[in-house]
């Protein structure tokens, strides 16, 4: 399976750290986010980071939806980090028709709108739904570093079949949910948890 959804984040235990310098410039919020940054441009493949599950084929059938999902372990800030790119040529590569994603550790309404899930990928396929769901509960969070959260990415005419979508009740993101309707009018839910 592509790195972006494999590798080890590394970060400390424990929770909320001081703030420290990052390399950006900017300041981050904790030394786990500052750590992942460091990663993110040091990441090398290794034998831990090895494929699990079925393998999968290029090809697939034409009638067919193919659903993948992955832990992702914190999405960059920036709409321009190349870890979006990998995400859209893994999809690409493997005929993914829905992505589910879990820990972007993202509290994206501290994001820049170009920054957004649905606006980094915009262009990148005929079409695309997203969902995301992340804790909302606390609006004094300072920080667009939050623990958690879930997303979806419906790609191309899997787009096409979305009837609704949402998050859980109690707004912490812990699952998002797309509901589809498929052949002879049945409908199915896909459910990404953390």
């Given at each position: 399976?592509?790195?972006?959804?494999?590798?080890?984040a590394?970060?400390?235990a424990?929770?909320?750290q001081?703030p420290?310098?990052?390399?950006?410039?900017?300041?981050?919020?904790?030394?786990?986010?500052?750590l992942?940054?460091?990663?993110?441009e040091?990441?090398?493949?290794t034998d831990?980071d090895?494929?699990?599950?079925?393998?999968l084929?290029?090809?697939k059938?034409i009638?067919h939806?193919?659903?993948?999902c992955?832990n992702?372990?914190?999405l960059?800030?920036?709409?321009?980090?190349?870890r979006n790119?990998?995400?859209?040529?893994?999809?690409?590569?493997y005929?993914?028709?829905?992505?589910?994603?879990?820990?972007?550790?993202r509290y994206?309404?501290?994001?820049?709108?170009?920054?957004?899930?649905?606006?980094?990928?915009?262009?990148?396929w005929?079409?695309m739904h997203?969902i995301?769901g992340?804790?909302v509960?606390?609006?004094n969070?300072?920080?667009?570093?939050q623990?958690?959260?879930?997303?979806?990415?419906?790609?191309n005419?899997?787009?096409?079949?979305?009837?609704s979508?949402?998050?859980?009740?109690?707004?912490?993101?812990?699952?998002?949910?797309?509901?589809?309707?498929?052949?002879?009018?049945?409908?199915?839910?896909?459910v990404?948890l953390?």
């Amino acid at each position: 399976m592509d790195e972006v959804f494999t590798r080890q984040a590394g970060l400390p235990a424990g929770s909320r750290q001081q703030p420290v310098d990052c390399e950006d410039g900017r300041s981050c919020q904790n030394q786990g986010e500052a750590l992942i940054i460091e990663e993110e441009e040091n990441f090398r493949p290794t034998d831990a980071d090895s494929h699990h599950g079925n393998e999968l084929r290029e090809s697939k059938e034409i009638c067919h939806i193919r659903i993948a999902c992955g832990n992702v372990q914190t999405l960059p800030v920036s709409h321009k980090n190349s870890r979006n790119s990998a995400i859209s040529s893994y999809c690409n590569k493997y005929n993914i028709d829905l992505l589910g994603m879990n820990e972007l550790n993202r509290y994206w309404k501290k994001l820049q709108a170009e920054d957004h899930l649905h606006n980094r990928f915009e262009g990148t396929w005929e079409d695309m739904h997203c969902i995301v769901g992340y804790n909302v509960t606390d609006e004094n969070w300072d920080s667009d570093f939050q623990i958690g959260g879930t997303a979806q990415i419906s790609i191309n005419q899997a787009a096409h079949r979305v009837v609704s979508s949402g998050q859980d009740p109690s707004n912490l993101g812990r699952w998002v949910w797309t509901r589809m309707i498929g052949k002879g009018g049945l409908h199915f839910r896909v459910v990404t948890l953390y």
